[in-house]
């Protein structure tokens, strides 16, 4: 053992040797039925056990007028009335308070201070009366001479006295429904003095409880909240069925309804309280320590332990006996295997196995010591090991399991970790255009890596275009020219990321950099196949030293982004041919269908808003007329290419139906779709220079239909239709939307 654990053995030991100071052997006994309290100090000595020589009437239920016409039958203790019989042999140093009733009485004199006020009568049997000076003071269910007429009950009283110098002190104790097995003096509950000296009893039940309740609680939500780990469970489950017993059992409680229930019910239900307490003790034990205990010795003790339950419930009264002898038996063979278990313990080195062992096996020792021995010392020593097995096991957990509380979360925060990077890459994946890409990945980058600003910028030959920007710009233009521009340059020539701990400290910022509120900035080159496909710079308002991990997480997130860019060029590049309309450059009706399909299902997954403009030429058949096809195709061609200028590049825009155009607006409501309708009505209206032809003035007609409206892509296409056809009944140079 090293030292820190054997001081911790000997701590445990000395705090086992200092509860005997708790209990005085000092005390005054009783003599032919009068006990003298002249040489009592109760100040100095606290209050006095009534015990002695009690006067004796077996099998007589008197009340205190007749006590001095009678003879009385012998000088004893109550309790202590016939010789314990064990397999039919009598044992005299094992007694019991046997079934039958009488009556004893108690002269107490020379009481000689004036604040004793109180007397305590405990748990004594079945039932008793108690008389104080002729007053009938104390009553716990029926005192009777038959079976039939005695109601047991339970209950532990303190009396409140007078101050007198001396108490006269009448008990009727009958026992018919049950022989309780508490050896020794029961008198020994029967106690004077003031009011806070005989409460200490239940103040320090109290203690026990609440130290026991509050480690319930503590380990309790420990094992929700720290991934549920069986120890945790099974000590939480240890401390909550303690609780229990020592509310209900210890006196805590003044639980009427308990003490209602026939007293043997309530035997039953404390010993199946303790069986049950014992069970999760050991599987407790078996997962402290896997190799002193195994699963076949696990499955004897919880077998057993069913076993006698089940004959505890069927049990009757007359069995209890037998009931009490099996119960001793099966305690003896566990505490021979602690012992066992313990012996392997040290030869193991496992200090905390043996710790636990000794403190539950002295447990298991004491409370059997104290039901043959019921007095103070052994029950206060009981509920001091009870507490240090408790205390102890909550430290040990404390510091072994709860300890790992940080990095449990570690690990849960990593697994979250890797459950949001699989996310954003599934949606890096999800769509073939890039612009989306970067919008997507700048809107789930901030669950690995938290930002203030952003940009993602897509290589096209020597350049990097602007695909997405969040927060503060890091360049004046969007598109910049590679081998011109000394940070990204540098950047795309570097295989890793480039960290800027403080901007202002690097020449390029305060040259050419316009951030004002970003202190530290992280740039990423986005390579695939060894191929440059982009840059990603991220910026933070305060000046921060990513850690290995966050810059891991970026460099795999870095990865997939290029991954998913250059899947996007190469389908643009595919595309191209197939999708465009030979005419105006734009999206041939077949592909702006699909976008606008696509663009829809994503943005009803993610919640996204979603807006679609139809434009039409107001003069296309005048201008056949007036002019010719050419001249038409021509303006037709015009018109295309400023629309397209002046939408976003996250847009689409295509060719509808025949010269009717069309746009898909990404994440725009019907405020912004209207916006835009205005600001190309005005591009459209200005005049068209055709070579040949002069000037030429036209005009078109809008259509606007929205998400907003919960409906089919089909549905939104013919409410922009709608909205388009109304715009040209009223004669055109007009935008009309789905709800106008």
């Not at 004893?104 to 020379?110: A, E, G, I, Q, R």
């Not at 009931?323 to 905390?352: D, E």
């Not at 991990?549 to 795999?556: E, G, H, N, Y």
Request: charged share 20%.
């Amino acid at each position: 053992m090293q030292k820190k654990e054997l001081s911790l053995l000997f701590l445990i030991i000395l705090m086992l040797l200092s509860t005997q100071v708790i209990y005085s052997s000092a005390n005054i006994k009783a003599k032919n039925g009068i006990l003298d309290l002249e040489q009592w100090d109760f100040n100095e000595q606290g209050s006095i056990i009534l015990s002695g020589e009690w006067e004796t009437y077996k099998n007589r239920l008197y009340e205190p007028q007749e006590i001095n016409s009678k003879e009385v039958s012998s000088f004893s203790t109550p309790g202590l009335w016939d010789n314990y019989v064990v397999f039919g042999k009598r044992i005299p140093w094992l007694q019991e308070m046997q079934s039958g009733y009488a009556t004893y009485h108690l002269t107490v004199s020379n009481i000689n201070q004036s604040e004793i006020n109180a007397l305590k009568v405990g748990k004594i049997a079945n039932s008793y009366k108690v008389w104080i000076n002729g007053e009938l003071a104390a009553q716990a269910g029926r005192v009777g001479g038959k079976v039939e007429v005695e109601i047991p009950e339970l209950k532990e009283q303190v009396i409140s006295l007078e101050k007198t110098e001396e108490i006269d002190i009448v008990m009727q104790i009958s026992n018919f429904h049950f022989k309780e097995k508490r050896f020794g003096n029961h008198l020994e509950n029967i106690k004077l003095g003031t009011k806070e000296q005989l409460q200490i009893n239940n103040l320090f039940v109290l203690v026990l409880f609440i130290v026991i309740f509050v480690v319930f609680i503590i380990f309790f939500f420990a094992y929700l909240f720290r991934g549920r780990p069986k120890g945790l469970y099974y000590f939480s489950l240890f401390n909550v069925l303690l609780a229990i017993k020592v509310g209900v059992f210890g006196n805590l409680f003044d639980l009427g309804l308990i003490n209602k229930i026939t007293y043997w019910y309530q035997v039953k239900f404390e010993l199946l309280l303790s069986i049950a307490i014992i069970i999760v003790f050991f599987k407790y034990l078996k997962l402290l320590g896997p190799q002193l205990i195994s699963d076949l010795v696990f499955k004897l003790v919880f077998g057993l332990g069913v076993l006698t339950s089940l004959a505890v419930i069927v049990s009757v009264e007359q069995l209890y006996s037998g009931m009490f002898i099996y119960g001793q038996v099966v305690l003896t063979l566990l505490v021979v295997y602690l012992i066992f278990t313990i012996i392997k313990a040290i030869f193991r080195s496992k200090i905390n196995y043996f710790i636990t062992g000794v403190l539950f096996t002295s447990l298991i020792v004491i409370y059997n010591i104290n039901i043959f021995f019921d007095n103070y010392f052994w029950s206060i020593l009981y509920a001091g090991v009870l507490i240090l097995l408790v205390v102890y096991e909550a430290i040990y957990l404390m510091k072994n399991d709860l300890r790992s509380l940080n990095e449990y979360k570690q690990e849960n925060k990593s697994r979250i970790t890797a459950e949001n990077l699989l996310e954003t890459i599934s949606f890096l994946h999800s769509s073939l255009n890039n612009e989306q890409i970067a919008r997507l990945a700048s809107r789930k980058l901030p669950k690995l890596i938290p930002y203030d600003a952003i940009v993602i910028m897509g290589k096209e030959g020597k350049y990097l275009k602007e695909l997405v920007t969040r927060g503060e710009r890091n360049i004046e233009d969007e598109t910049i020219k590679i081998t011109e521009n000394e940070l990204f340059n540098d950047l795309t020539n570097r295989t890793k990321p480039m960290l800027v701990q403080d901007v202002k400290e690097f020449p390029w910022f305060s040259k050419y950099g316009k951030l004002t509120n970003v202190k530290s900035w992280i740039g990423v080159p986005l390579i695939f196949e060894e191929d440059i496909i982009g840059v990603l710079t991220l910026g933070n308002k305060d000046v921060i030293e990513y850690s290995e991990s966050q810059k891991d997480k970026l460099t795999v997130f870095s990865n997939e982004l290029a991954m998913a860019l250059k899947n996007g060029y190469n389908y643009s590049e595919v595309k191209e041919l197939a999708t465009k309309d030979s005419l105006t450059g734009l999206y041939n009706r077949e592909a702006f269908k699909e976008l606008a399909i696509k663009e829809y299902h994503q943005a009803v997954r993610y919640e996204h808003g979603l807006s679609l403009i139809l434009i039409d030429l107001d003069q296309y058949q005048d201008i056949i007329n007036e002019f010719d096809y050419g001249v038409a195709d021509e303006i037709v061609k015009v018109l295309a290419h400023r629309c397209k200028e002046s939408i976003r590049t996250a847009d689409y825009m295509g060719r509808y139906q025949g010269v009717k155009l069309g746009i898909v607006l990404t994440d725009t409501d019907l405020f912004g779709a209207k916006e835009l309708a205005l600001r190309l009505q005005e591009i459209i209206n200005e005049a068209i220079t055709i070579e040949g032809h002069g000037n030429i003035l036209v005009s078109a007609s809008f259509g606007i239909a929205t998400l907003e409206e919960k409906v089919g892509i089909e549905t939104l296409f013919n409410l922009a239709d709608s909205a388009l056809a109304r715009a040209q009944k009223e004669g055109g140079d007009c935008i009309k939307t789905s709800k106008d």
